[in-house]
């Protein structure tokens, strides 16, 4: 016969198995960028469930099958608990390692890596080791300061490798303009480059885009920074097409459809930027515009063939490379008829073979973001050494900036088991070696001075 306390505790039995049998691979997935915002909250209450689950069964369930039931219960939800333990314990130590190994092995390799930070004191212990060539500026760094503020935060950080005898820091942002303008507030809030051009002639083109680089590259030299990951040479296309775009928004982001108008666009937006000091970066090679879904969550492939692409899709890429200092960005969109197993931003044959290669480019290239959903499905641990050995030079990790550890730990097993190419690992040290001397050289701007 089944209790009234059995009867009426059935629903909530149910929820409890549902939820341990969801928690056990949300906490094998911990560590996954996707879970960033629940990261922090995952482990507290983990155990906070197991121990309710603990209580309930002892109170609740007296029955000799109850209990046997129980005993699987429980055992599920700590099982969930001990396994996002091991992911933070593994994490923590790897991050040990990582600040450990401050030595020049360790600072060739550092040399490499872009990250994001909310702690600036965490950043500084990774400036002034040499673990990183670069950080990342965002929203969230700028968001209620002022210039002046952050220009000292930078300048600081810049003095760390000047005592530290180490190449000046590459301090980069997005500020594209538009709905990407990650330092407005403090600095102006501009339309898109696509609104600056949207009426003008062909042969005003440059000249407009000039004059809105040289706006831009004047206000971020005036905080330090010396990348900005602009302009977009991705081709517009019929929104329709980005049904499954949710993050990128490359459809409202992109110039124009036409690459003869994206051209002079980007050719004079990144001349702007460089009078003032400041690298443009051409972004997101093999382009976006054909894509259908959204590279920071979803897998996305890009179907063209290269022919196609270099007839029309690459040829603001190859004219801005050629016209400008320019770096280019590599995204994470699969360029199927090249390279079917990864995304162009691990890919040796679309990095060598097309961009080193068939184009001849032998400036600097960086990833995207390597914690979007398109290149974390391929693993972390892998991914700056497959973007190294492809001929990438630097690695982004913002968005979820702890990843850095991740990935950085990886790189150094890979160089000690001699899995980096030695040849690839070079030449990107002499590209990076000449954007330093550049950067070095640039004359440096004051807040008065951009005023």
Not at 251 to 269: L, M
Request: hydrophobic share 45%; aromatic share 6%.
């Amino acid at each position: 016969m089944i209790s009234r306390t059995e009867t009426s505790s059935r629903p909530l039995r149910v929820a409890l198995w549902a939820g341990g049998l969801l928690a056990l691979p949300l906490a094998l997935l911990l560590r996954n960028p996707l879970l960033l915002q629940w990261r922090p909250l995952a482990t507290p209450l983990l155990f906070a469930v197991t121990i309710a689950v603990a209580v309930f069964i002892a109170l609740r369930w007296q029955w000799p099958q109850a209990r046997r039931q129980g005993a699987l219960l429980l055992a599920l939800w700590v099982g969930a608990l001990l396994l996002a333990g091991t992911q933070e314990a593994v994490f923590g130590w790897r991050k040990q390692q990582v600040l450990a190994a401050h030595h020049a092995a360790a600072q060739k390799l550092g040399a490499h890596m872009i990250v994001g930070y909310s702690d600036p004191q965490a950043v500084k212990t990774l400036v002034e080791k040499g673990l990183i060539g670069g950080i990342f500026i965002s929203a969230h760094n700028v968001r209620g300061r002022s210039s002046e503020t952050i220009h000292a935060e930078i300048s600081a950080l810049q003095d760390l490798r000047k005592i530290a005898g180490l190449p000046p820091l590459i301090v980069s942002t997005d500020q594209e303009g538009g709905i990407v303008s990650r330092m407005s507030p403090p600095l102006s809030r501009l339309p898109s480059l696509a609104d600056v051009i949207a009426e003008a002639r062909p042969e005003e083109i440059e000249l407009l885009a000039f004059a809105y680089g040289e706006k831009h590259g004047r206000e971020l030299a005036a905080l330090g920074v010396n990348i900005n990951f602009a302009p977009l040479a991705d081709l517009s296309s019929p929104a329709e097409r980005h049904s499954f775009d949710f993050r990128s928004l490359i459809g409202r982001r992109a110039i124009d459809t036409d690459p003869a108008r994206v051209s002079p666009a980007v050719i004079g937006y990144a001349h702007g930027l460089e009078v003032n000091g400041v690298h443009a970066t051409l972004k997101h090679f093999p382009g976006l515009g054909r894509v259908t879904t959204d590279t920071h969550i979803f897998p996305a492939m890009l179907a063209a063939s290269a022919s196609d692409l270099e007839d029309s899709d690459w040829i603001p890429f190859r004219a801005g490379l050629q016209s400008t200092q320019s770096l280019l960005m590599v995204g994470h969109a699969t360029l199927s008829a090249v390279d079917a197993s990864k995304p162009a931003s691990r890919s040796a044959r679309v990095v060598r073979e097309i961009v080193r290669q068939h184009w001849g480019h032998d400036g600097v290239l960086v990833t995207d973001d390597l914690t979007m959903g398109a290149a974390v499905r391929h693993g972390l641990c892998s991914a700056g050494v497959d973007a190294i050995n492809a001929g990438i030079d630097l690695l982004l990790v913002s968005y979820d900036a702890a990843q850095y550890y991740e990935i950085f730990y990886c790189l150094l097993q890979a160089a000690q088991h001699g899995k980096i190419d030695a040849a690839m690992l070079e030449d990107s040290e002499r590209r990076l070696g000449k954007l330093q001397g550049v950067l070095k050289r640039a004359a440096p701007y004051t807040l008065a001075s951009a005023k």
